[in-house]
């Protein structure tokens, strides 16, 4: 079916919200937008990835598709992700339109930074509201052992341009990795608040293998994440409770700047979940953790498309929403999906 027909097909039913058979309400898509990626994070894919071939994965105008259904269906917030966003070739058009989708309050993106300093500018007037950049250590040598190929200079180039670019908040992800950057944690904390900006500490998730370390020998908790920044800073947790698996606190002395801990190992935060994830692929993952999914893309691709057909599948896949993830649970599969086939 071409993009054009796509485009043409009629509206589909309007809905009051997507909800799963254990009452959570999903308001919150990230949605991945290639495999691809600049850098080879060792917790992330393995040095010599292969990618999905071009017919593949979704084209621009079906990933508008998607997003278009999901926000008819009463979805607020769409994170773009990846593999790196921003080397997808003419991902700006797609942002755009995400930018004027009626309804959509929130457009937010995960990145790499490489590329920010070109980017920032451009993203803040297509409407993104808030971007998260991933940044694991503030010393190159070490910079470039985890992300394999990436340059410190150009990450930090790019935090600075986001921050010219005044995106309504600006928030930095590290995993902390035992032996790679757990004596950086403190590093990483003081730069953030230096910056006025929020930072998060993501545990380390074993989602495929990981092909230089075992991850049962690399996790760094978060509880021990925060007593690190503890023996240093004296901490208050935020009150405002905020969507999603974060748990936030602030610095005394330090207004602006969250603190946040994710912690998908060690503390199980799937009764407030109100996201899924839609894969380059098109295939509808209902948990990070789990490979319960629905093939949008044979629904985008089949003769019998229209916008209903979609909505009615996103529809009756929420269904399909496990109640929550067994990380390192031997008895309960596991997912064998690296990071950046997921969509982080
Ligand atoms: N390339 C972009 C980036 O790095 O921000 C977006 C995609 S990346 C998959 C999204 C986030 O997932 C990043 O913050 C990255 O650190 C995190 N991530 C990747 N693999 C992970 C893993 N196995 N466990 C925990 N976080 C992971
Ligand atoms: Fe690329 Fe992001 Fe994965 Fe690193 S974490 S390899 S930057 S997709």
Redesign the pocket.
Known sequence: MSNNSLARSPAGPTSTGLVDRFGRSVDYIRLSVTDR?????V???TEDMEFLPRKQILSLEELYVVAAAFVDLGVKKIRLT???PLVRSNVMSLIERLGELPGLEELLLTT?GAQLHKYALPLRHAGVNRVNI?IDSLNSERFKRI?RV?KLESVLNGIDAALDAGFDRIKLNSVIMRGYNDDEVLALTEYALSKNIDIAFIEEMPLGEASDHAREDTTCSNAWVRRVIEQKYKLRDVEEKTAGPSRYVRVEQYGHSRIGFISPVTHNFCEDCNRVRVTVEGRLLLCLGNEHSVDLRGILRSEEFTNALLKESIISAMDLKPEKHYFYDKSQPQPVRL??MTG?
Do not use: I
Request: glycine share 22%; charged share 15%.
């Open positions: 990626c600049d850098f080879r994070c917790y992330c894919m990846g593999g790196e790499n991933s992300s990436g990071m950046n982080g």
